[in-house]
């Protein structure tokens, strides 16, 4: 299957990243968020990165950021994805906003779309069973800067069809990413050791951030197994707003306004 256009459901961090990427692979996006406020944000950031991104890669394709731009389109409209050949949804780690949505684009995607869905430790399964295409639905834990990491982790359902993984590769391919395919287990690899390094660092700390405090939850809840549990230190800077470079306070000063 030829993907041509693909719907992105959160401009955040990782959407903005996403939609970038497919856009400088020529892909058509279409980026959707609940806020225009989120959205212009989005696509000044984008603008932005266009602009730096030859900084960082030497050998990059030069292309005029407004015509990678004119490949994304922007809404608020979820409505707006009828018509994409593959969707990859980046809301944050909360079940009760991801639970929300499958149910609402598996009515409005064409019934080819594949969903991937951009996670560091939900089951895919359990995502799957929100649709009544679960062998169309796999997990695809981008790495960020997406733009610039060629490596994405993903993630076999229960259900997911042999064609689904290969129309995945294609898809990875074409924004110039490999990818590695692992099982559905709660964190899959790369989350069950890096989250495990950086709860323990901070324990550290602790002794002389939201999204890292949902995926521990996360994996502290499914395998019911001490060493996830959330370092206190942690769940306090959550609870106080220190977000890290998400708001540009954390464990240092990221000068971010």
Avoid at 115 to 138: E, K, M
Wanted: charged residues 25%; contains cysteine.
């Amino acid at each position: 299957m030829e993907i041509k256009k693909v719907g992105v459901v959160g401009a955040g961090v990782m959407g903005i990243g996403v939609g970038q990427s497919l856009a400088q692979g020529g892909m058509e996006a279409v980026l959707v968020d609940v806020s225009q406020e989120v959205l212009d944000r989005a696509r000044a950031e984008i603008r932005k990165n266009l602009r730096f991104q030859g900084m960082f890669q030497k050998d990059a394709k030069k292309e005029d950021p407004a015509a990678v731009l004119g490949r994304i389109h922007f809404t608020t409209l979820l409505e707006e994805l009828g018509d994409v050949d593959f969707v990859v949804e980046n809301v944050p780690e909360k079940w009760e906003i991801k639970s929300r949505i499958y149910p609402r684009i598996d009515a409005i995607c064409p019934e080819r779309a594949v969903f991937a869905v951009n996670t560091s430790c939900y089951s895919i399964t359990r995502v799957g069973a929100l649709t009544q295409r679960p062998d169309r639905v796999i997990g695809m834990h981008f790495m960020n800067p997406v733009p610039l990491k060629p490596m994405v982790e993903a993630i076999r359902g229960h259900h997911t069809s042999e064609a689904t993984i290969e129309t995945a590769r294609q898809f990875l391919r074409q924004m110039g990413k490999d990818c590695i395919l692992v099982n559905d287990m709660p964190g899959f690899v790369s989350n069950r050791v890096l989250m495990l390094t950086i709860n323990e660092a901070v324990y550290v700390l602790q002794d002389g951030l939201d999204t890292i405090l949902y995926s521990i939850e996360v994996l502290y809840e499914s395998y019911n197994d001490s060493k996830y549990r959330p370092c206190p230190l942690l769940k306090k800077m959550v609870d106080a707003g220190l977000h890290g470079r998400k708001n540009g306070k954390g464990f240092y000063d990221y000068g971010i306004s």
